[in-house]
């Protein structure tokens, strides 16, 4: 069982009230005593206000939010096959990160390279890959099937 208690400094008599509470318990905040909470300097009770203050904004933003939110990315599909890919051409944002998904519906293994995206990726027969890519500036970048060099050829157009 745990207690949140927050207190605050009333100027005009000295004295610590409580402020805030979230209780999940039967004991109950206890007033403070000024004496306990650094001798009532004027330093001191700006000091735990402003900590106060800044630990339930902190709690109320990122304890109720979720950690991450998920950014919206684009996802661009292709397939390979028989030393070929499918589309060969794909235009994209430039300026912009996203998500190459490459599937192989070939019977044989291959690979997408690409120096000019410092990216390489196996793709066994059957299965999917996924290169996340970007942001690009504006241009053509070529790949290519490394276990079908001649004729697994591409480009990535960033527009």
């Not at 949140?4 to 005009?12: A, G, R, S, V």
């Not at 599909?77 to 599937?103: C, R």
């Not at 410092?118 to 290519?144: C, D, N, Q, W």
Request: aromatic share 10%; hydrophobic share 40%; proline share 4%.
């Amino acid at each position: 069982m745990r207690m949140i208690c927050i207190y605050i400094l009333d100027m005009d008599n000295g004295a610590y009230r409580k402020f805030w509470e979230l209780e999940n318990t039967v004991h109950h905040c206890r007033t403070a005593q000024p004496e306990t909470l650094l001798n009532k300097s004027a330093f001191a009770r700006t000091a735990i206000l402003g900590l106060s203050l800044l630990g339930v904004s902190a709690w109320l933003i990122f304890g109720l939010m979720p950690v991450s939110v998920a950014a919206d990315i684009l996802v661009y599909s292709m397939t390979t096959k028989d030393g070929h890919f499918t589309p060969d051409t794909i235009e994209v944002p430039a300026g912009q990160k996203f998500k190459l998904v490459m599937k192989n519906d070939g019977a044989s293994t291959e690979e997408f390279e690409s120096s000019d995206l410092h990216r390489e990726k196996v793709v066994m027969p059957g299965k999917s890959v996924e290169i996340l890519l970007g942001p690009l500036k504006a241009g053509t970048y070529g790949f290519y099937g490394e276990f079908h060099p001649d004729t697994a050829k591409g480009k990535l157009v960033a527009k």
